[in-house]
């Protein structure tokens, strides 16, 4: 079954650092992935999304992801952190289950920014 | 453009009451999907509405359905509530359904729901 793994549940970075969130996910067929953010008391948004072509995507906020097929995965980066970005990240996988495309996410990411 | 709209932001409700939550998709936007976010079980997808049909239903027992009105509104309906209800419902509203790769889905804030 198609599923999204994000092995840290918490990270803290400092404010102008680099930053890497891992998401690896299992599907068997060209996967459709998505990174979502959660503010506190928020809806989800859209950061970036991958669904063929160029590797390396760009998205909003100055966020990017590689898509690596070899590893399974499609880390999420940022070169330098702003106290902004402090909110829940989850990466999604479009999953055909009974038939029907839906969403499947990670159990999210917690990023703490220090000052 | 105003975005996807969802009433009421809280809820407080006690086991076994039923409780329905609403969600105004973006103007012009035909599809609706719910989803449930425990810190437990995470996002789970309960299920997507596009033109008043039920097009996709995740795992959730018949305690949780939905409807979609002619106006592309959507409610959400859980009857004998439990405390394991207790969670944010999030909806998102698409401009169409089909491949999910093709349109971008836009969240609402969210309900939060406790039972007590």
């Known amino acids: 079954a198609q599923s999204v793994t994000q092995p840290d549940i918490h990270i803290t970075v400092s404010e102008g650092a680099s930053l890497e969130l891992r998401c690896n996910y299992s599907?068997?067929?060209?996967?459709?992935l998505f990174w979502y953010v959660q503010s506190p008391g928020q809806g989800l948004q859209l950061l970036l999304k991958y669904f063929s072509g160029d590797t390396l995507v760009q998205g909003i906020k100055g966020f990017e992801a590689e898509f690596k097929r070899s590893q399974s995965s499609f880390n999420l980066r940022k070169p330098s952190v702003h106290w902004s970005d402090a909110a829940e990240y989850f990466c999604a996988v479009v999953a055909i289950i009974q038939g029907a495309q839906k969403l499947v996410f990670g159990q999210g990411t917690r990023l703490t920014i220090n000052p | 453009k105003a975005g996807v709209t969802q009433t009421p932001r809280y809820l407080i409700k006690t086991r076994g009451q039923q409780v329905t939550l609403s969600c105004s998709p973006i103007s012009g936007h035909r599809s609706v999907s719910w989803y449930q976010q425990t810190p437990g079980q995470g996002l789970q997808f309960l299920f997507e509405?596009?033109?008043?049909?039920?097009?996709n239903k995740g795992n959730f027992p018949g305690r949780f359905s939905g409807r979609q009105f002619s106006n592309s509104r959507s409610e959400m309906n859980v009857s004998t509530l439990e405390l394991g209800d207790s969670a944010l419902y999030l909806c998102a509203s698409r401009s169409r359904a089909g491949l999910l790769e093709n349109t971008e889905a836009f969240f609402g804030q969210g309900t939060r729901l406790t039972v007590v």
């Open positions: 599907y068997g067929a060209t996967p459709y």
């Open positions: 509405y596009f033109s008043e049909t039920q097009r």
